[in-house]
């Protein structure tokens, strides 16, 4: 047995090495993010076990690798694997739906947090400050107490949800905008009323976007979404970058048709230099590291590897997308 991994974010894969070398399987790890297709295909030919982070899996690519029975993914979305293909060709698709969603939900309210207080533009303010040896506060207020303001939640998940829990003893409303939730569900969120997405967009002080890529949700915050906020409305993505308008985003910041935006993730990463945010004194900018944490790394490695010796035992992985491949 074989397992390949396509692209990794850790410094090194030494440990999952030595633990499937104890069981006797082979193992290799390659960089392949972006390289052309061949030759992901001459790294993973003979793999019976591909985790993937980040490369490309289309069916062209999954048809190549006849040998492959389970794909694993590093993460939560996986909108760089066609699932559908997988499951014409028998291939099982895992995924780790758990993986770092602690660690999301508190980068999407540190972002919220520093979007209110303008913490950034405070730094700035006091270097400014220091430097003219007088207090000079222009164009850091108005801020706005956070207390009693409304935070919308659109798509009230796995980490959706967990924005709610953390963030429900700070005197914040909260509006839920997720239609694939059933009424039991619903009901275990308390203080969040349910709306639909333009009631949430109008109403809402903060948005902050927690969905799945998918065809439905693709530009689900574009220019129409926008024009529905209040001016002093502040949007928060750290979900996957084509989930907003990055155009429409850029021209009501520039155009202070909304307070502000903090956004993690983006549809092209890194982003080009001539990315329309950068330079905006009103949107905050991080390097997709919502996932980061020490205990998240850990967790998925210890996950993806026991998917992989549930393999090589016959049993299945955890959490199967596409679990009608096993009845064939």
């Known amino acids: 047995m074989k397992v390949v991994v396509t692209d990794y974010i ?26 052309p297709e061949d030759e992901v295909v001459a790294a993973c ?18 048809r190549r690798l006849p040998r492959c029975k389970l794909l694993i993914r590093h993460g939560i979305g996986y909108d760089n694997v066609d699932v559908a293909a997988c499951t014409r060709h028998g291939v099982v698709f895992a995924y780790q739906p758990d993986y770092c969603k602690e660690d999301v939900a508190e980068h999407a309210i540190a972002l919220l947090f520093a979007c209110a207080r303008k913490v ?15 207090w000079d506060f222009g164009g850091l207020f108005p801020i706005y107490r956070l207390d009693g303001k409304t935070v919308g939640i659109v798509g009230v998940g796995r980490i959706g949800s967990r924005v709610w829990r953390k963030l429900r003893t700070f005197g914040f409303k909260f ?12 009901a275990q969120y308390d203080s969040i009323q349910w709306v639909d997405k333009e009631t949430l967009f109008r109403n809402a002080d903060f948005v902050t976007v927690h969905t799945p890529l998918n065809d439905e949700t693709r530009n689900l915050v574009d220019a129409k979404a926008l024009s529905w906020m209040k001016p002093t409305a502040y949007l928060i ?17 520039k155009e202070h048709r909304i307070a ?26 991080t390097p997709h590291i919502g996932w980061a944490s020490e205990e998240a790394g ?31």
């Open 175 to 186: 509006l839920g905008c997720d239609p694939y939730l059933d009424e039991a569900t619903r």
């Open 45 to 62: 030919q003979d793999a019976d076990v591909i985790v993937v982070n980040m490369v490309k899996f289309t069916e062209t690519l999954i």
């Open 298 to 328: 850990w967790e998925i490695r210890e996950s993806i590897l026991n998917d992989i010796l549930a393999f090589a035992e016959g049993r299945p992985a955890r959490c199967i997308v596409n679990k009608d491949v096993l009845k064939s």
């Open 237 to 253: 993505n750290t979900s996957r970058g084509p989930m907003v308008d990055i155009d429409a985003l850029a021209a009501a910041l």
């Open 260 to 285: 502000g935006a903090a956004i993690d993730v983006f549809q092209v990463e890194p982003p080009p230099t001539d990315l329309p945010l950068f330079g905006l004194d009103n949107c905050i900018l």
């Open 10 to 35: 850790e410094n090194n894969l030494d440990w999952e090495a030595g633990k499937l070398k104890e069981r006797g399987i082979e193992f290799a790890a390659h960089q392949l993010k972006f390289r």
């Open 120 to 134: 950034v533009r405070s730094r700035r303010t006091l270097e400014e400050s220091s430097a003219n040896a007088k």
